[in-house]
């Protein structure tokens, strides 16, 4: 059944509600006290006699007697009454189902209780004032009865489907009384009700729902923020069956019906909450909340126009979580960001098992790492280094191409197959001395048959735990120190002792160039390689043979100084790399750089890298061009990656996949990825921060100037010193530690078994597959309206709001109340666990007929003004300043708390509770019988006089001692007398 209007009876709203509280006055009547049914007549039933009490049969009664009062078409509702007789008692009967049972007397008096002192009347005070409030609100009063008129899609059994999982909840009792003692414990005041200091927590969240519905601000267009993003959301059509149902979702037009059954486990939305769940179960959640408020830094205090409050400092030096979420944003507001998503969506969607494997390698990397300690400063001075390159191999030669495309273009290269193993061999084995007579040549002549190699194998391991050394370096560490003293060594030929020829000015620059084929002699002088006794384009293994091989006649090639040659100082490095297959490897890498003129930044950046092995770095160069960091300390852990993973294979394959991309608007995959990542690292254009300084590197106690940051920094800078708090503390040192495992964890944690890796987290790869396609789809729908840089831009502001206002430090709060209960906390986080644990049955637990509910409610046509405007009034009226519902409030309390919340338990498990005869819960026969009078009476839409008639009487019923609630409430505190 569809609910054809929000509410369907409301213009008899009190005629229907007086007989359900004369029901629970009856309840006291026919036990203990007078009845309110007969004129106030008294009317007792015995103990003796209440096994004959039929408790559904006498409250009909009652139904029946007030139905039969009503000045609209009586006669046809009680006829309306007596069809369905039946069934209501039944309900009925369900729902107080232990009448006869003493323990029932108990309950009904403790609820008594609450009239006897004076609650729930004064509850109902309350009520009165709000509706009289809203009378009194014009806007308001539109506002309902626009909402009132819109057709609503959502089907009411299925409401009443997920309020019965919800309700079966084994620990729900544990929960309510866990919520029930974390209010009693932070009320604001002791058992006298007196004030004792504490937090209020109530008080606070009304405060918090205040200020956020009263700040709700209308839009121009009247139409529901991403509502098309939320459908997509929550019921996309997927071809993907992660659980085995077999069911798949049927596509919807945004903002249309759904055209069939969906299985709502297999949505984006839901894969989203099942990875919040895996978070939940790791608690990270909560954890997670020590670092961060460290990271934001002590509290300060502010005054405002609501009086002073503890926030956090929002200046830019002082807030470095602002700072990076702020970056963040700036990031996705980058023209290439969006073409870069999709490829990287198409690419999730369209090569899924090579997504799970390079996620997998990823894992075991991490893995791997955490073996290895590295410290921060290692890593920072590394990457700074390389920054720089980064930058300029995004940037377009004068052929307008870019090193780090042609490198995505080079990926699909074959003879970088095995490239992971040639870089294992040269980080794990020492020197091996080879030379021009006893290496292996390996070239066969194909005119031939297959040469049997000589066994000369690395046999020498470099001791990972020992300092580097001459005597203990590995091949690697030797190529790149080769590279490095060969950087800007010139070679010139001699004859005698007389020049005769320069040959390079960079003897590193040329070999390379020789790797890519490109070092021609004859461009020098045409008999220069006959004299040599070198091909005219030698190739890099003939400048292996020249450069280590005695040259009595031209004098050989020395390292940097001029004077030492390179044959025996290092020129051996040479035959190794060649030996281990690197040589090959890197061939294509060569070849790239040679294409466009960029050899010297390739030799530029081994060098570089050699500059980071300390102390052996800086010996050899008397302390000085050293960075003073020791990257040879992650020779073993790089090792161990190269040998036990394929993680490089898995990267190349993602490169050439990404090249092979067409987007919609036909641009290549790889053009867009690497247009992205030219933003990243463009260090061109000044960086503007948060407070408008422009390249400002951010420290602890001062903001400098550093032109020449690139836009990757907004998020690098704030997070080290994000990471800095935290380290300098060593409670938040310890949960950051627990964060960071339990999200690597989620993410990247893999289970290995017979030479196979997968990630155990088996809805990681399917939510990248399907979430990602549907942001893609948002950002062109809303980049194509031009309002996706300013979604970004109030994210942004918001976010500054919420850490530099009140609702940071009161959200930490909250957390930290129930954290410091362990029981609580326990309670709090099962129940989450239990909403959101998908089981066998799509469509029977909770978490999927939550997700039923939603992907209806979410396709509900309002206007959305008029919902902003109820809600600034709901603001207006909770605020506790204004005390406008303080005794509503504290009635809600109590009943919430009363025997530790069973009794609320009993009556919502009891509302949602299958009648044995009709197999229909009370909630539902009452609401169908609802509506079956309201055909009756055959009301249709509502006007803004009908509202107004509808709260004006429900005002004066709330408050009339005669025919009213106070009446009812009058007869209860009498029962005894």
């Not at 993907?240 to 709502?264: K, S």
């Not at 995004?394 to 490198?407: F, N």
């Not at 009140?806 to 909403?835: G, Q, Y």
């Amino acid at each position: 059944m569809v609910i054809r209007r929000p509410v369907a009876v409301f213009k008899e709203m009190f005629e229907k509600a007086l007989p359900f509280l004369c029901t629970l006055g009856f309840i006291a009547a026919a036990v203990v006290a007078p009845s309110c049914s007969d004129g106030g007549k008294v009317a007792r039933v015995s103990i003796e006699d209440r096994s004959k009490f039929d408790f559904g049969a006498e409250a009909f009664k009652i139904i029946r007697s007030e139905t039969a009062k009503s000045a609209d078409k009586p006669v046809k509702k009680v006829e309306v009454l007596d069809r369905r007789q039946a069934e209501i008692v039944e309900a009925l009967n369900t729902l107080f189902p232990d009448t006869k049972a003493r323990g029932f007397l108990k309950r009904v008096e403790n609820l008594f209780t609450l009239i006897d002192d004076g609650t729930i009347p004064k509850m109902t005070r309350d009520l009165a004032r709000v509706v009289g409030m809203l009378l009194a609100d014009d806007k308001t009063i539109d506002a309902i009865t626009t909402l009132s008129n819109t057709t609503a899609r959502i089907e009411r059994g299925k409401v009443v489907d997920l309020f019965e999982s919800l309700v079966k909840y084994d620990a729900l009792e544990s929960a309510l009384s866990a919520l029930a003692k974390v209010i009693r414990n932070n009320d604001g005041v002791d058992e006298s009700g007196a004030p004792n200091g504490e937090s209020d927590i109530v008080g606070d969240w009304l405060s918090f729902f205040s200020d956020k519905l009263t700040g709700l601000e209308d839009d121009a267009t009247g139409q529901t923020p991403f509502q098309d993003f939320l459908i997509r959301l929550l019921a996309e059509d997927l071809s993907i069956d992660p659980f085995g149902v077999g069911v798949t979702a049927n596509r919807i037009d945004a903002g249309g019906a759904i055209t069939g059954t969906f299985n709502p486990k297999q949505t984006p939305a839901s894969l989203i909450l099942q990875n919040v769940r895996a978070l939940l179960e790791k608690e990270v959640l909560t954890t997670g909340v020590t670092g961060q408020e460290t990271a934001l830094g002590p509290r300060v205090s502010k005054t405002d126009s609501q009086g002073s409050y503890a926030s956090f400092d929002d200046r830019l030096k002082d807030n470095p979580v602002i700072d990076l979420l702020w970056g963040f944003l700036e990031l996705f507001k980058l023209p290439a960001f969006r073409p870069a998503l999709e490829t990287l969506a198409i690419y999730a969607r369209q090569h899924e098992p090579e997504l799970r494997d390079l996620l997998t390698q990823v894992g075991r990397v991490i893995a791997i790492s955490r073996e290895t300690a590295v410290s921060a400063k290692e890593k920072n001075t590394l990457f700074d280094t390389l920054l720089p390159f980064l930058d300029d191999f995004c940037e377009p030669t004068p052929s307008g191409r870019t090193i780090l495309r042609e490198l995505m273009r080079k990926a699909s290269d074959a003879r970088l197959s095995g490239l992971s193993q040639a870089l294992a061999t040269n980080y794990r084995y020492k020197d091996r001395d080879l030379t021009k007579t006893n290496r292996p040549n390996p070239i066969p002549d194909p005119t031939l048959p297959p040469a049997v190699e000589p066994a000369i194998p690395f046999n020498e391991l470099t001791d990972f735990s020992q300092p580097r050394s001459a005597a203990n370096r590995s091949a690697h560490h030797g190529m790149l120190k080769l590279l490095h003293e060969t950087n800007g060594a010139p070679y010139r030929v001699t004859l005698l002792g007389v020049g005769l020829t320069t040959v390079t000015n960079n003897m590193a620059v040329f070999y390379l160039e020789s790797m890519a084929g490109n070092a021609n002699l004859n461009t020098i002088n045409a008999l220069l390689a006959g004299f040599l006794g070198l091909p005219a384009t030698p190739s890099a293994r003939d400048m292996n043979d020249f450069v280590n091989t005695n040259q009595p006649i031209s004098g050989n090639p020395t390292l940097l100084d001029g004077v030492t040659p390179i044959m025996g100082n290092g020129g051996e490095y040479l035959y190794d790399m060649e030996y281990s297959g690197l040589l090959d490897k890197l061939t294509p890498v060569a070849e790239v750089f040679s294409g466009l003129g960029k050899t010297q930044r390739l030799v530029d950046l081994f060098s570089e890298l050699y500059r980071h092995y300390a102390p052996t770095a800086q010996a050899e160069m008397g302390g000085k061009n050293s960075y003073g960091s020791d990257i040879a300390a992650v020779e073993e852990m790089t090792w161990k990656i190269m040998q036990q993973t394929t993680f490089v294979d898995a990267l190349l394959l993602l490169l050439r996949r990404l090249d092979g991309i067409t987007l919609a608007d036909g641009s290549n995959g790889g053009d867009a990825f690497t247009a992205f990542l030219g933003d990243l690292f463009n260090d061109d254009a000044p960086l503007t921060l948060r407070d408008g300084a422009t390249s400002t590197v951010m420290e602890a106690d001062r903001v400098t100037v550093a032109p020449g940051m690139a836009r990757l920094h907004w998020i690098l800078e704030p997070s080290r010193r994000i990471n800095e708090r935290i380290k300098a503390d060593a409670r938040a040192r310890e949960a950051d530690d627990k964060v960071f495992k339990a999200v690597n964890d989620i993410f990247f944690e893999v289970q290995q078994s017979q030479g196979t890796a997968t990630l155990k987290n088996a809805v990681i790869v399917p939510t990248l597959k399907t979430v990602l396609p549907v942001l893609v789809d948002e950002i062109k729908l809303r980049q194509g309206k031009s309002t996706w840089t300013g979604d970004m831009q109030w994210t942004q502001d918001k976010i500054a709001e919420f850490y530099a206002g009140r609702d940071a430090p009161r959200v930490f709060d909250w957390i930290k109340l129930v954290r410091d209960d362990p029981a609580s906390d326990r309670e709090f986080r099962n129940f989450l666990l239990f909403l959101l644990k998908p089981e066998s049955d799509a469509l029977k637990d909770a978490y999927g007929r939550a997700l039923v509910v939603l992907s209806e409610a979410v396709q509900i046509k309002v206007d959305t003004n008029a919902v902003r405007q109820v809600g600034r009034f709901v603001g207006r009226v909770i605020r506790p300043s204004d005390r406008v519902v303080v005794d509503l409030v504290d009635g809600v309390e109590k009943v919430l708390t009363l025997d530790n919340g069973k009794e609320v338990l009993r009556l919502l498990r009891a509302t949602f509770t299958r009648g044995a005869a009709t197999n229909k819960a009370p909630i539902t026969v009452l609401l169908d019988v609802s509506e079956d009078i309201d055909r009756v009476t055959g009301s249709g839409s509502y006007t803004r006089q009908d509202w107004i008639e509808i709260f004006t009487d429900l005002r004066d019923s709330l408050l009339d001692d005669v025919d009213g609630v106070e009446h009812f409430y009058d007869v209860i505190k009498k029962r005894n007398r």
